[in-house]
Nanobody, 128 residues
């Protein structure tokens, strides 16, 4: 059983930074794709970023490219999302997710339906 536990959310002013963490446990993640998604009130869950666990290929939504950085620490089984230059529209619950099958197609990686495990989410609120 895979467990994903997010942390690091909070309240920050526009222009500020936060770093989210996702502690993963339960199995090895050799071929996994790990992703961050977010969901704002009244909106659908949307893709933010993803990374292949071993190779380290990264993928980003256009809305966060250049501001957010996804990374992982294989030894600690931990996924990170460094968020800089935060905007009010970044306010959402952020979820960590894991996909068992490797893939390189952005259309696959950016679709939340293609992920097998989810964390409980952490709230990020950006005040303007």
């Amino acid at each position: 059983q895979v467990q994903l536990v997010e942390s690091g959310g909070g309240l920050v002013q526009a222009g500020g930074s936060l770093r989210l963490s996702c502690a993963a446990s339960g199995r090895t993640f050799s071929n996994y794709i790990m992703g961050w998604f977010r969901q704002a009130p009244g909106k659908e869950r949307e893709f933010v970023a993803a990374i292949s666990w071993i190779v380290g290929n990264t993928y980003y939504a256009d809305s966060v490219k250049g501001r957010f950085t996804i990374s992982r620490d294989n030894a600690k089984n931990t996924l990170y999302l460094q968020m800089n230059s935060l905007k009010a529209e970044d306010t959402a619950v952020y979820y960590c997710a894991a996909r068992r099958k490797p893939d390189r197609a952005f259309s696959i990686i950016s679709d939340s339906a293609n992920y097998d495990y989810w964390g409980q989410g952490t709230q990020v609120t950006v005040s303007s």
